[in-house]
């Protein structure tokens, strides 16, 4: 089966996939629909984001690389309705986006515990945030 993915850089060097990050796991989007591809990269693309290819890859290929990176894949199927808040990430993007033109060189200099320390510190002002609602 042919899926959808978001390429950045496609065929270079600096090739990356575009992924989303949800509870504290990195999720790479496959789309069941090309349609449904096209019209996430362009709300990415009018988020001043750089512009991804959508490229077709064979579903096992995509689960494989997902596997051995560590990350989760996850189908978005042809006429998906979102159930949950972290489902509507599958349909548009998050208002804010990271940063990752240099996802390379900053890699390298992260140390574990500031990663943790860090997605400590935003699920807690997540919390507070969702309890003034």
């Known amino acids: 089966m042919l899926v959808h993915v978001l390429l950045f850089d496609a065929g270079q060097d600096s090739e990356g996939i575009h992924?989303?990050?949800?509870?504290?796991?990195?999720?790479?989007?496959?789309?069941?629909?090309?349609?449904?591809?096209?019209r996430y990269a362009g709300l990415l693309e009018a988020q001043d984001f750089p512009t991804p290819t959508v490229e077709a890859l064979e579903l096992e290929e995509v689960e494989l690389f997902c596997r051995e990176a560590g990350y989760e894949a996850r189908l978005v199927a042809a006429g998906f309705v979102p159930q949950t808040e972290e489902d509507r990430l599958m349909l548009a993007?998050?208002?804010?986006?990271?940063?990752?033109?240099n996802w390379q060189e900053s890699e390298l200099e992260s140390s574990p515990d500031s990663v943790?320390?860090?997605?400590?510190?935003?699920?807690?002002v997540r919390r507070r945030l969702e309890g003034l609602l």
Do not use: I, R
């Open 19 to 38: 992924s989303l990050e949800l509870s504290g796991h990195t999720v790479v989007l496959m789309f069941e629909d090309s349609d449904d591809a096209e």
């Open 93 to 101: 993007p998050p208002a804010a986006n990271q940063d990752v033109s």
């Open 116 to 124: 943790n320390g860090d997605s400590a510190d935003l699920d807690a």
